[in-house]
């Protein structure tokens, strides 16, 4: 979603800003726009379209300005045309902002703003507060200071924001102001940073600075400073280490960043692994629990709560803690759950998954399990992001950076952690079984296996050639495959477009059954267990001219009969299969993708990181 990138030092700030904004592409976005200070004037610059758009219209524009604000806007109030894009400036040319967020209440404040004759040129929330702050400043710049006159502005708005701000006649600082949107400071040597992640700020500097909730930053570019809630107290400020590199962020030699991630699932699943099983199997280890392991054990029960993919990681991890630990657990869409009046209270955890730890309906839905006094569990990619920050504990999954909008690696990682943490848990409460053991044997060599599955990629290359033109697609499979299925359907209407259901096989007869013909693709997920019964599922698609596409450890006649093609994976345990079976499903998305001429990296109107409701 919106990406931000704020500059302040010796360097030309253009060229910097630019090619931060570059690095948030990948967070999904439809305009942008960028702010400098030139020859004692604020100078915007704005479009729809791409980075590569805005470089173009600033290219007859050369300066030298040291200080300026860049946005990727993705839409919400108002379309993505030239107008509504960031920065927005006030009436008087003297306060100019970039957020990220929603100002909710922003109709009261235009109200006012009219009533005191201020009209807004945009549709949208943010020139309000722009405007908001540039009236304040005319009534009250005489009698505080900037941050203090900020401040105010900000108690009167309700919603989120990442915002940074630029006064005319302060041509030495950039304000930043964080509630519920994420930025973090990049701290130089004579220059300054701010974005809203670490991607743009890496390549500059590892040393960073997070903003917390309701803190405004007052950036120079020797210093920045950080002011608490009551804007009186500095608050003093951990400068922490960006643990990644730049070629993490990097193509590195693949044409897109999504079959970097794919290919790249042999390391991920390995690092999400590295340090927490012995080799013998003796241990499991979970620090990021290890203090909080009574209260997940003694809960009455457990929500897992999550969106998109991790939501499907989730509902697989559902069926593991039942399965091992007897607890009885819910897998609930973080925007659902948030609004519901669900049962949740001290005797509750509630894990969220998330990738980038910033999605903003699994975050608020986090506030209020806490609220109510549960447990809360964070499954997080991101470092540092405000859903590890916010959880009570938690466990990384140490997949790297994922660009691609669509997740991959992601999803694996996510998986695999559900599995360690299941098994850690089980361990804690003195569970053994047969399972238990072959659970913990197979994740050693899951890496092995996830390097065997990868080989499919020239088989599927083929496939998708026949399939690039269907209208729809369905996804089945039973038991821990149906997630599987949800997420290889999310995965290809994603990137390529093309609507596709995922459906628990033996629930096909109750609806998408009449939507199978000779032109309906269904790719099933066949593993020994509840063979039998898929199989059956595959002989009434078939039996309606269906083109089955099966992906299974199991290739034997009887499925060549009933199959157009069969995608071989290894045999794994059933808790581990989605691990595996996934891949070829993403591998097949993003090759009928690439047929398709579609944006795979950045799909129409997606965003990685949701932070708005
Ligand atoms: C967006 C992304 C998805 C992701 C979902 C949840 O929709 O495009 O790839 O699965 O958000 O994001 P999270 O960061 O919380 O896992």
Redesign the pocket.
Known sequence: MCGIVGYIGRRQSQKIILSGLKRLEYRGYDSAGIATFNEEKISVTKCSGKVTDLEKKLSNKPHSSTMGIGHTRWATHGAPNDNNAHPHIDFNNKIVVVHNGIFENYSSIKQLLLENGIYTKTDTDTEVIAQFIGFLYSKEKDFMPFNAILRMALKEVVGTYGLLVMCLDQPEKIYAAKSGAPLVIGVGDGENFIASDTSPIIEHTRNIVYLDEEEIAVVTKDDYKVLGDDNSVVVPKEIETIKYSLDQIEKGGYEHFMLKEIFEQFSSVSESIRGRIAPDIAEVRMGGISGWTNNILEANQIYIT?????WHAGLIGGYMIEEVLGIPVKVEYASELRYRKAPIDSKTVVMAI???GE?AD?LATIRKSKEKGATTVGIVNVVGSTIARETDCGVYIHAGPEIG???TK?FTSQVTILCLMTLYLAQKKGVESEDITQMKTELITLTEKVKTVLKVDDLIKKIAIDYKDSQNFLYLGRGYQFPVALEGALKLKEISYIHAEGYPAAEMKHGPIALIDEKMPVVAVVTHRAYDKIVSNIQQVKARGGKVIIVTSEVNKELENFSEHIIEVPSIHHCLSPIINIIPLQLLAYHIAVLRRCNVDQPRN?????TVE
């Open positions: 999550a969106c998109g993919t991790s998330s990738q980038s999605t699994t909008v669509a997740s992601a997606l965003a990685k990181s949701v």
